[in-house]
């Protein structure tokens, strides 16, 4: 069964760092997701992105925040200049398969574990 | 705006038995997606059942099922014969008519099951 994978698993880096999360999405899928859950809360929406720009986005994702679809099959996160507070657990996820007209379930990828030291 | 309400930080059930998960949530749309996921200590986000609003028939997926009412705006998890593998946190979460819309979440309910 196709699924949504995430690389790294976990990312350790220093606060001021910037840092890049990598996830591909489900082929065939069109519309994608960054999610972050700090530990203990709930998960909050980032950004969705479809045909190669932002369709919507969060007041969590400021300037400091960017996506990019640089080929055919990953989509990317980088956080220019991480601070403290972005340590969390960061989800891609990714909907729509054409091959079948219209899915209304989001697919999560296994995360990505943030710590900013 | 939407909202998710997850009313139970925590639940516990004896391992065999059955118990009920809440979720109530917030919206003026007529059309929408209703969501369980479950979340092991590995943190991985998994799909536990779906409900579209349109449907009156309540969702089953094998020993889950939801009992889904639309006019309360009330999402309940049902797990029966509860097994060991089934503690997590489970999070109750919303998706608008348009396949694009973000998900919203409840705070979720940790499930405990006793042995």
């Known amino acids: 069964e196709p699924e949504v994978t995430q690389t790294p698993s976990h990312q350790v880096t220093q606060m001021g760092q910037e840092v890049i999360l990598r996830c591909v999405p489900i082929?065939?899928?069109?519309?994608f997701y960054w999610y972050r859950q700090i530990l203990g809360q709930k998960v909050e929406f980032l950004v969705s992105?479809?045909?190669?720009?932002?369709?919507?986005k969060s007041e969590i994702f400021d300037d400091q925040f960017s996506v990019e679809r640089p080929d055919g099959s990953n989509f990317t996160l980088k956080i220019r200049s991480t601070k403290l507070e972005d340590s969390a657990m960061y989800f891609c996820?990714?909907?729509?398969?054409?091959?079948?007209?219209?899915?209304?379930?989001?697919?999560f990828g296994p995360g990505t574990r943030l710590t900013v030291l | 705006a939407q909202t998710v309400t997850q009313s139970q930080p925590e639940m516990s059930v004896q391992e065999a038995e059955t118990v009920t998960l809440s979720c109530t949530y917030d919206?003026?749309?007529?059309?929408?997606?209703l969501f369980w996921y479950k979340q092991p200590p590995s943190r991985q986000m998994i799909l536990v059942i779906r409900?579209?609003?349109?449907k009156q028939q309540n969702a089953t997926e094998n020993r889950f099922s939801v009992n889904f009412q639309k006019a309360a705006k009330s999402f309940s998890l049902k797990i029966s014969d509860s097994q060991l593998g089934d503690a997590a946190m489970y999070f109750c979460?919303?998706?608008?008519?348009?396949?694009?819309?973000?998900?919203?979440w409840g705070a979720g309910t940790k499930l405990i099951i006793k042995p």
């Open positions: 996820a990714s909907t729509w398969d054409t091959l079948v007209g219209h899915t209304d379930t989001q697919y």
């Open positions: 082929s065939n899928h069109l519309y």
């Open positions: 992105f479809y045909n190669n720009e932002i369709s919507e």
């Open positions: 919206t003026s749309e007529s059309d929408y997606y």
């Open positions: 409900q579209e609003a349109y």
């Open positions: 979460a919303y998706r608008g008519p348009s396949s694009n819309y973000q998900l919203i």
